[in-house]
């Protein structure tokens, strides 16, 4: 199965954005829902932000009021922007996503579908 495709990441000050994009979502068969994980250098993988397809949003707490998830479902690309950056916000971010199984979205579960990952680096 092909995989989503993170784009927009790069390297900026603190106090600066960035938005990333997440395309080839379409192919993806009864998807409920998408999020944006990252993975700091040495912690482990940890959920930022979700969507479900019907547009309802979770943010994790250290980036609410920073960070904005959204899709176009027409387009199938999910969307993170990223204000007002942090160092503590480098990691690498991953785009995520869930498939409806039996008429549940699992979105409580580890996620099945992953990009590749995009680098973000803030320095201070």
């Known amino acids: 199965q092909a995989r989503p495709v993170e784009s927009g990441g790069g390297s900026v000050q603190a106090g600066e954005s960035l938005k990333l994009s997440c395309a080839g979502a379409?192919?993806?068969?009864?998807?409920?829902?998408m999020a944006w994980y990252r993975q700091a250098p040495g912690k482990g993988r940890d959920r930022v932000s979700s969507i479900t397809t019907n547009g309802a949003t979770k943010y994790e707490d250290s980036v609410k009021g920073r960070f904005t998830i959204s899709q176009d479902l027409k387009n199938d690309t999910l969307y993170l922007q990223m204000n007002s950056l942090q160092t503590e916000d480098t990691a690498v971010y991953y785009c995520?996503?869930?498939?409806?199984?039996?008429?549940?979205?699992?979105?409580?579960?580890?996620?099945?579908?992953w990009g590749q990952g995009t680098q973000v680096t803030v320095s201070s």
């Open positions: 379409g192919y993806i068969r009864n998807r409920c829902g």
């Open positions: 995520v996503a869930w498939q409806r199984r039996s008429g549940f979205c699992p979105m409580g579960s580890e996620p099945t579908i």
